[in-house]
C-alpha cells in the first residue's frame, strides 16, 4: 500500500549511497519535497526557494559532516576509546549503594541510577541488568561492543562497564532532560511541553543518528529498537540514540535482509519484520516514522486506553493522511495551533512515507535527515505566526500561487 509513489525511487539506485555519505544532496530534498507536492497538489515551498535553501543547507551540512567526519572515522581505528571497565564496588559507591532516591528509571533490562565515579569525577547513569531478566549476557556484549566501536554526536557515549562475577552494569554519559518518552505522554501539569523548534530538532537529531548507523558504519548496522523511550535528552533538547542491545549487523553484498527472531517494541516494529523475521534498514525506517507521529501527534505507539480505532497510533493516522484537510486534527493539542502549517504538513508527509507497508517505499534515512533538517532549520516564532486552530476545515492551505 504505497500513498507516495515516486518515494520509492531512492531504494532503487544503490550507486547513489557513496554520496549519501557524503553529505545530504540538494536534490534528495528536492525528490522528497516534491514528491509530497505531486500527491496533495500543493508545493509546500517554491521550487526556486526550495533550491535556495536546499544548496545552503547543503553547504553547511557538508562543511559540519566534513569536520564530523574528523572526529567520527579514526585513519586506523586506533583514536577509539576503549570503554573502561569498572568493579561493581565503584559502581556501587558511585549510586550510594543503588538507593531509590538515585533510581532514574526501569525497564525490562532492568534499572538505570545516577552516580558520580569519583575516579574520573564525572556524573553518569548507571544501567543494572536484572540477571533474571529479559535483556541476558548476549545482549550486555553487543551493546559494549557496538557503542565501543560507534562514536557519533547523535549516539548516547558509553564510558565503560563491569562483568564482576554475575553482575552486569554499563556506564553512559548522563543525559540531564531523560528520555524523548518523559516529555511527550504523561506529564505533569508543572511540566513545560515541547515546543515545536524543539520536537523537529529532536527528530532530525535522531535521524542523524540512524543515519550514521544505516550509511557510515561498515557494516551497516539496524538498531531494531527504536522508540521514545530509548532516545535521551541533553541540555538544550539535543537528541541521543540509547541502548543497542538489540542492534544486530545489516546485510552486506548482494543479501537484501538478515533473518533473525522477531525482537522490539510492539507498536514501533515494522509489519514485515514481524510476520517474517526478514530485518533490513527500512525496519528502523519504519519505527522512526513512528516516532516522528508520536513528536507530531502527542499520541503514544500503542494507547489502549483511547477509543476502539485509536489504540494504534499508525492505523489510527494512516486515513488521515489522505485527506489535508483533517491534517491539522493531527498536531499534538498541547501545542495549542503554535506550529507552522506547512511545517506539519511536510512532517507528516515525512511520517507517512516511512510507515508505508511496502518496505521499499519507505525513503532512506539520508533522505529523512535532509528533509528533517530543513525543517529543523525553519523555525517557527509563536510571536510572529499566526496561531492555528484544529476546527478549521482546510487549515494552513497554501495559496494556488504555491502549485506546481
Known sequence: MGWFPCSGKSSKKPKKREADRTGASPVSLLVVLQCFSNFWSVAFVSIEKLKTNALLDT??????????????????????????TFTFRELAAATKNFRADCLLGEGGFGRVYKGKLESINQIVAIKQLDRNGLQGNREFLVEVLMLSLLHHPNLVN?????????????VYEYMSLGSLEDHLHDLPPDKRRL?????MKIAAGAAKGLEYLHDKANPPVIYRDLKCSNILLGDGHFPK???????????????????????????????????TGQLTLKSDVYSFGVVLLELITGR???????????????????????????FSQMADPMLRGQYPVRGLYQALAVAAMCVQEDPTMRPLIADVVTALSYLASQKYDPESQPVHSSRLSAPGTPPRTWRV
Open 158 to 170: 558509553l564510558i565503560g562497564y563491569c562483568a564482576d562475577g554475575d553482575q552486569r552494569l554499563l
Open 195 to 199: 515546543d515545536w523548534n524543539s520536537r
Open 300 to 326: 503514544r505507539a500503542i494507547d489502549n486506553s483511547r477509543a476502539a480505532g485509536e489504540h494504534n497510533l499508525v492505523a489510527w493516522a494512516r486515513p488521515l493522511f489522505k485527506d489535508r484537510r483533517k
Open 59 to 84: 553547504k553547511r551540512d557538508n562543511s559540519f559532516n566534513r569536520s564530523d567526519r574528523k572526529k567520527e572515522t579514526p585513519r586506523n581505528g586506533s583514536e577509539h576509546i576503549a570503554a573502561q
Open 241 to 275: 540514540l540509547s541502548d543497542f542491545g538489540l542492534a544486530k549487523l545489516g546485510p552486506v553484498g548482494d543479501k537484501t535482509h538478515v533473518s533473525t527472531r522477531v525482537m522490539g517494541t510492539y507498536g514501533y516494529c515494522a509489519p514485515e519484520y514481524a510476520m
